[in-house]
């Protein structure tokens, strides 16, 4: 009897595990649902605040770092050394916008210092060294005529910050007109513009007159944030004095603002090809007509917070 007993027992207590499991499991898809028309109804209402005119603040970055250190590893060239990579990005944003004007200023960082310290060359070295060095900072004012079209000014400042800053260093005003085809995307067109060109070597590097082109879009989709910003120079006076930059920049939200990054950039600066073959490579016989004006690249990895 005591035996029957114990075995009814157990298979109450079975059958009443199973349902309480599918009880918390009901629960658990009911919190999901819940949560899922919560953050719906988060993205909606922030979408209409950041549509709300008023100064709108914000930026995401990439953070990475990679750091080794060996000793008497020696299946390699270099039995003892360490190593080290770090790199930072930044892509700050202010944003004005009013019934008959707006003001945007934005700026692009991306700074990197590596290292390689063989500890059997006593000669090497072995401190962190500049490798990846890039600063823009862009500020858009326009008077709108619609919703779509505004009389414009520009002004972006381009350089290095952590070596030969302002060596070259890059200045351009001008007005023309933006156009805004969706709040993500703006187009600047000023066929007015001066670049200004800051450098000790006056002989490569010149300002010119010519006509700017810029185009920005920034737009999240969910947790993945994305922003592509493309600068172009046509100097009316000499191509050998054009120039463009394109940078595109992602990150992916994992957790709490803490996710990936991805960073590349691309430019064309026939100005820079020619001031590296002369004063880096001592190159005398370099001229704008035999330089080797490769494209310009750059690509970031890591992980990225944004707030």
Same mark, same amino acid.
């Not at 992916?252 to 990054?261: C, D, N, P, R």
């Not at 026939?270 to 494209?295: P, S």
């Given at each position: 009897?005591?035996? $029957?007993?114990?075995?009814?027992? @157990?298979? !109450? %207590?079975?059958?009443?595990?199973?349902?309480? +499991?599918?009880?918390?499991?009901?629960? +658990?898809?009911?919190?999901?649902?819940?949560?899922?028309?919560?953050?719906?109804?988060?993205? /909606?209402?922030?979408?209409? $605040?950041?549509?709300?005119?008023?100064?709108?603040?914000?930026?995401?970055?990439?953070?990475? %770092?990679?750091?080794?250190?060996?000793?008497?590893?020696?299946?390699?060239?270099?039995?003892?050394?360490?190593?080290?990579?770090?790199?930072?990005?930044?892509?700050?944003?202010?944003?004005?916008?009013?019934? +008959?004007?707006?003001?945007?200023?934005?700026?692009?960082?991306?700074?990197?210092?590596? +290292?390689?310290?063989?500890?059997?060359?006593?000669?090497?070295?072995?401190?962190?060294?500049? /490798?990846?060095?890039?600063?823009?900072?862009?500020?858009?004012?326009?008077?709108?005529?619609? &919703?779509?079209?505004?009389?414009?000014?520009?002004?972006?400042?381009?350089?290095?910050?952590?070596?030969?800053?302002?060596?070259?260093?890059? @200045?351009?005003?001008?007005?023309?007109?933006?156009?805004?085809?969706?709040?993500?995307?703006? !187009?600047?067109?000023?066929?007015?513009?001066?670049?200004? !060109?800051?450098?000790?070597?006056?002989?490569?590097?010149?300002?010119?007159?010519?006509?700017?082109?810029?185009?920005?879009?920034?737009?999240?989709f969910g947790k993945l944030k994305v922003k592509s910003n493309l600068s172009m120079f046509q100097s009316y006076e000499n191509s050998d004095l054009s120039n463009w930059t394109w940078t595109n920049a992602?990150?992916? &939200? !994992?957790?709490?603002?803490?996710?990936?990054?991805?960073?590349?950039?691309?430019?064309?600066?026939?100005? &820079?090809?020619?001031?590296?073959?002369?004063?880096?490579?001592?190159?005398?016989? /370099?001229?704008?007509?035999?330089?080797?004006?490769? @494209?310009?690249?750059?690509?970031?990895?890591?992980?990225?917070?944004?707030?």
């Open positions: 009897m005591k035996r $029957i007993l114990f075995i009814c027992f @157990l298979m !109450v %207590a079975t059958v009443s595990f199973g349902q309480t +499991k599918e009880e918390l499991q009901a629960l +658990k898809k009911a919190k999901e649902d819940s949560i899922s028309t919560l953050q719906s109804e988060v993205n /909606a209402l922030k979408t209409q $605040i950041d549509e709300f005119p008023g100064w709108h603040y914000g930026a995401f970055g990439t953070i990475g %770092a990679n750091l080794s250190e060996f000793n008497n590893w020696y299946a390699q060239g270099s039995p003892n050394n360490s190593a080290g990579n770090i790199t930072i990005t930044a892509n700050p944003f202010a944003k004005l916008n009013r019934e +008959k004007y707006f003001w945007y200023t934005n700026a692009n960082i991306n700074l990197s210092w590596v +290292k390689f310290d063989d500890k059997d060359d006593p000669t090497d070295n072995d401190d962190f060294r500049q /490798a990846t060095d890039v600063f823009t900072l862009t500020s858009l004012y326009g008077y709108k005529f619609n &919703e779509k079209w505004a009389a414009s000014f520009l002004g972006e400042y381009r350089t290095t910050l952590l070596n030969n800053f302002n060596d070259p260093g890059y @200045l351009d005003l001008g007005i023309g007109v933006t156009w805004t085809p969706i709040s993500d995307l703006i !187009v600047v067109m000023h066929p007015l513009n001066y670049n200004f !060109v800051f450098s000790d070597d006056d002989v490569i590097f010149d300002s010119s007159l010519g006509a700017k082109i810029v185009a920005n879009y920034a737009k999240s992602f990150a992916y &939200e !994992v957790w709490k603002g803490i996710g990936l990054g991805f960073e590349f950039g691309l430019r064309d600066n026939k100005q &820079e090809a020619l001031n590296y073959a002369v004063n880096t490579l001592g190159n005398e016989d /370099a001229t704008f007509d035999n330089v080797d004006n490769d @494209l310009q690249t750059y690509w970031t990895f890591g992980l990225s917070y944004a707030f």
